[in-house]
């Protein structure tokens, strides 16, 4: 059964008290989120290396792994949460949401899919295009060669587009349009559930 209360705790202190272990990895912290879910809470953290140029954020899987473990023991000591729940560690992913206007001037002339509360000047409620330069609180979009600007403040939720073009196998005939490959998947780490501990770890052996 979900939870169906939410739960009451300081999640900025948590942000301030996995800040030192993800700094040792030589990471920053993307995003902390706080979400339910079938199997229950779950944490997750969304994160990349520093000075990363790239959408994924040059995270790797080990990467992933070693931060869950050293943030889940730092967890474990501040006792922070008062419930049983899930950590997961993540790489923002070739398709990462954009959230802030900074995450917007830093990937201007890339694809994006926009998402609207309100219509936009020309009733579209779905941007996708590219990036463009726009007034501060704004973001602007070149959709089938329009700009479109709109508030910041009436993006519902904004995530870069990566699409793949596969190359053709070996006796394809040519001519035939090649295959789009879906977005990159976000490199994971969760955790399975321990017994007697408020946290789970999925993807590792059960501890007692």
Not at 40 to 65: K, M, P, Q, S, Y
Not at 108 to 125: I, N
Not at 128 to 155: N, T
């Amino acid at each position: 059964m979900e939870p169906s209360t939410r739960a009451v705790f300081d999640l900025g202190r948590v942000r301030d008290a996995v800040a030192p272990a993800l700094a040792s990895h030589g990471v920053t912290l993307v995003d902390l989120e706080w979400i339910t879910e079938r199997a229950g809470w779950t944490l997750r953290l969304t994160i990349e290396r520093e000075n990363a140029d790239g959408a994924d954020g040059g995270v790797t899987l080990e990467d992933c792994a070693d931060v869950s473990r050293d943030v889940s023991s730092v967890l474990d000591v501040e006792d922070l949460i008062p419930n049983h729940y899930n950590l997961e560690v993540s790489s923002p992913g070739l398709d990462r949401r954009l959230r802030t206007a900074a995450e917007f001037a830093r990937f201007l002339g890339r694809t994006a899919k926009v998402k609207l509360a309100r219509p936009a000047p020309d009733g579209q409620r779905l941007l996708r295009g590219d990036l463009l330069e726009a007034p501060e609180g704004q973001v602007a979009v070149l959709v089938d060669g329009k700009r479109i600007a709109v508030p910041l403040a009436d993006v519902v939720e904004a995530r870069l587009v990566f699409e793949l073009t596969a190359q053709p196998k070996k006796g394809q005939r040519q001519g035939k349009e090649p295959a789009k490959e879906s977005a990159q998947k976000k490199q994971l780490t969760e955790a399975a559930p321990r017994s007697g501990s408020k946290r789970s770890e999925r993807g590792s052996e059960k501890r007692k």
